[in-house]
């Protein structure tokens, strides 16, 4: 937890002090980045990962009350992001996309690993597979499309949006239509290095476009915890889990890592998104920097405990 902690702290810091010695281009291209990682790393990562993932049938209520508890939230943040704060159509699709989207990979193999013990890994890498990866390539890239304001105006063109800007989407049917023999240990111990890998990126990203927001007034560094921020990562951080255990409770004996798995912050790919579709993207830098900053010192807390 200590490296993944002062590996977020840096590469968040250096973006954020980049930006302000060079001006707006390292937070336009710290983003650019992301677009490439979305068209490059990520589908290869996607691809092999879900190539080689085992189903295993006895989970499979614990995955599907998961997804009832991802969509009952992001319900939530719809109907408090458009209704009671009244956030323009890209905020929302902020809120909305940053409490479907969850760091389980980034963050949550190695707190399995630390809180859990490693026996734990292969229930979380199913999780983050079967549950998280479907929610980022339909959930979050559809409010992508229905709500930025680079999808287009009419539905057609939202509809189109939505199946050119998401090479997540067929990497992950070919992965899960894909035998095993295609998915060689060797391309796949690859794919999971790569994903430690695009963690400064992300964070140096999410640095770099706090640095621009507040360049404006609008963000500073820390970031300000505004009202959305806070709705997204109550939702994400408590009621998410807390929407899982209780569907939970009564039907079934839930595996441990599905619960902290659903507890993650806000993923990184949601800034990915955010780009591709023209959603609020310092809503979404805000919203996993102050999730993320709550999930660690829990996580610390409960390793000391």
């Known amino acids: ?16 002090r980049l930006e302000r010695q060079r001006g707006v281009a390292v937070a336009y291209l710290a983003r650019r980045s992301l677009i490439v990682l979305l068209y490059t790393v990520l589908p290869f990562v996607t691809f092999f990962n879900l190539a080689r993932a085992d189903i295993d049938v006895d989970n499979g209520v614990g995955l599907i009350l998961a997804y009832v508890a991802v969509i009952g939230a992001a319900v939530a943040a719809w109907a408090i992001a458009s209704r009671l704060e ?35 890994l292969s229930e979380a890498v199913l999780y983050d597979v079967l549950v998280a990866g479907p929610l980022l390539l339909i959930g979050a890239f559809s409010v992508g499309a229905a709500f930025g304001d680079r999808a287009g105006d009419t539905p057609r063109e939202r509809v189109r949006a939505f199946f050119a800007r998401n090479p997540l989407l067929y990497a992950g049917v070919a ?6 023999i295609l998915a060689p240990d060797l391309l796949v111990d690859i794919s999971r290095i790569l994903i430690v890998a695009i963690l400064p990126i992300g964070f140096f990203a999410v640095g770099a476009t706090l640095a621009e927001g507040d360049d404006e007034g609008r963000v500073g560094f820390p970031p300000a915890l505004t009202l959305p921020v806070a709705t997204v990562s109550v939702l994400r951080l408590a009621v998410v889990p807390g929407l899982l255990y209780l569907l939970a409770l009564p039907l079934i004996d839930l595996p441990p ?38 999930a660690v010192v829990v996580a610390a807390v409960v390793q000391l405990l």
């Open 175 to 180: 992965g899960l239509l894909a035998p095993d």
């Open 86 to 120: 009244h956030l323009s159509r890209p905020a929302v699709g902020a809120v909305i996309s940053s409490v479907i989207v969850a760091n389980t990979g980034y963050l949550g193999y190695p707190m399995t690993v630390e809180l859990l013990g490693s026996d734990e």
């Open 1 to 16: 937890m200590a490296l993944i902690a002062a590996a977020i702290v840096v590469s968040a810091t250096l973006g954020f």
């Open 257 to 294: 890592a599905y619960l902290l798995l659903a507890a993650m912050p806000c993923g990184l790919n949601s800034m990915i998104v955010a780009e591709a579709y023209g959603l609020d993207v310092r809503i979404v830098a805000a919203a996993i920097t102050w999730s993320t900053v709550v």
